[in-house]
């Protein structure tokens, strides 16, 4: 009975504790993600809609586990997706959950964002079941708003 609850705990920890290292999904050759309705240099106002734009790939509620499908991140008032200030490499790990980190694990494609009145940059990113960048990245660009 030890053993077992051991292992179970183990298990758990194992699956809670720690970045998501990349799983090695791979992506749709030519697949693409882009903001629909936003273009670099925008002048806008507030609330922000922002509308997510993927072409090559299907959307799939995270934790679905389907050949070129993914789930959508906005990433917001940070550096493009890369290498990160510690030095790992971003696109190896889950992304993280935070105020410059949105994610749409449930296959959403739209967001409205109460952004301060000021220059913000936005980034798209796909993510796999876990989170992870595919082993292709699919990203955008970095585009850069202005909220009045």
Do not use: C, W
């Not at 993510?127 to 955008?140: A, R």
């Amino acid at each position: 009975m030890k053993r077992k609850l051991f292992s179970m705990i183990a298990t758990v920890g194992l699956t809670v504790s720690g970045p998501v290292l990349g799983q090695g999904l791979p992506s749709a050759e030519g697949a693409s993600v882009y903001f629909v309705n936003l273009e670099d240099g925008a002048t806008v106002s507030g609330p922000v809609k922002v509308v997510f734009g993927l072409s090559g790939m299907g959307v799939a509620p995270a934790g679905t586990e389907k050949e070129n499908t993914g789930h959508h991140h906005l990433l917001i008032n940070r550096p493009p997706l890369g290498e990160g200030e510690d030095g790992t490499d971003e696109l190896l790990y889950g992304l993280p959950a935070d105020d410059n980190h949105m994610h749409f694990g449930a296959g959403q494609t739209e967001v409205s964002l109460d952004l301060a009145p000021g220059t913000h940059t936005l980034q798209l990113v796909l993510g796999d079941m876990n989170h992870v960048p595919h082993l292709k990245p699919i990203m955008s660009e970095v585009i850069t708003i202005t909220v009045e």
